[in-house]
């Protein structure tokens, strides 16, 4: 115990507030006792593969999600237990691998930190790809039908809705999904997770770009039939329509060459 102390707080694992649990200790504990002291508990040594298992258990029975790593005979069944289990490096037993959920080849414990930041920002990606496409249509939607039903006539023919989704629907969105979002600092990204991207973040998203892409349109459409024809009013509005939704691609990921090279290409061809 006074090694595993000792080897704890030299990588930042234990303070002052927080002890060791001994296996023999562990052994003296019902599970009840087990749960009230573990979340004091930094480190658990001379444990046995027993131990291990139990201590996922009564992990997960506090509401965590536990992962697990290890790479012996020994971590095996603790390994199995845990929401995810990690077999450190492409040397750890064959039983270890078989229990595991996620084997590390480099034997790199930093990868795990590496998989969590990537994990965590497709999330972020794939919520910026979706609130732009769904968003971009809603509001494409709003102006087609708003103008339709105030004019009797539809603002966009066919084929320049086609052109609409051709232009941002494409490339574009495809960089957006693609490319890793700006911010990968980890404790940023520790808030993302298909609860918190797909949750109220991508409700106010898809809402925001709905209501600039709808404004845009309705925007030109209108300015358009006060000034000129119809033919002219419908060119206007796929302008608007696509530059307002070309410039929302370009402020989601206004630092990403990609993203902005792909915008400002569809919107030189536009022209």
Not at 77 to 96: C, E, K, M, Q
Not at 124 to 134: E, F, M
């Amino acid at each position: 115990p006074a090694t595993a102390r000792w080897l704890a707080a030299e990588v930042g694992i234990i303070d002052g507030a927080r002890s060791v649990l001994s296996g023999p200790e562990l052994d003296r504990l019902t599970d009840e006792e087990l749960d009230a002291v573990l979340p004091d508990v930094a480190v658990c040594a001379r444990v046995t593969p027993a131990h291990k298992a139990r201590l996922v258990s009564a992990f997960r029975r506090l509401g965590h999600v536990v992962a697990m790593t290890g790479d012996g005979v020994n971590d095996a069944a603790a390994i199995r237990l845990a929401d995810v289990g990690i077999a450190l490096g492409g040397a750890s037993t064959a039983a270890a691998r078989r229990a595991a959920d996620v084997v590390l080849v480099d034997e790199s414990i930093d990868g795990i930190v590496d998989a969590v930041v990537e994990g965590r920002a497709l999330w972020v990606a794939v919520r910026d790809a979706v609130a732009n496409l769904v968003g971009h249509n809603y509001g494409e939607i709003g102006v087609i039908t708003g103008a339709s039903l105030l004019t009797g006539s539809t603002p966009l023919t066919a084929r320049q809705l086609l052109l609409v989704n051709l232009f941002t629907d494409t490339v574009p969105a495809l960089t957006i999904a693609m490319r890793p979002p700006p911010d990968l600092d980890p404790e940023t990204l520790l808030a993302e997770g298909p609860d918190r991207s797909f949750g109220p973040a991508l409700h106010e998203a898809i809402m925001v770009r709905g209501i600039a892409t709808g404004v845009a349109g309705a925007g030109g459409y209108f300015t358009g039939r006060l000034t000129g024809t119809v033919n002219r009013a419908r060119t206007i509005t796929l302008l608007s329509i696509v530059g307002a939704q070309l410039g929302q691609t370009i402020l989601a990921r206004p630092r990403d060459v990609v993203v902005v090279g792909s915008s400002v290409g569809a919107a030189a061809i536009l022209l």
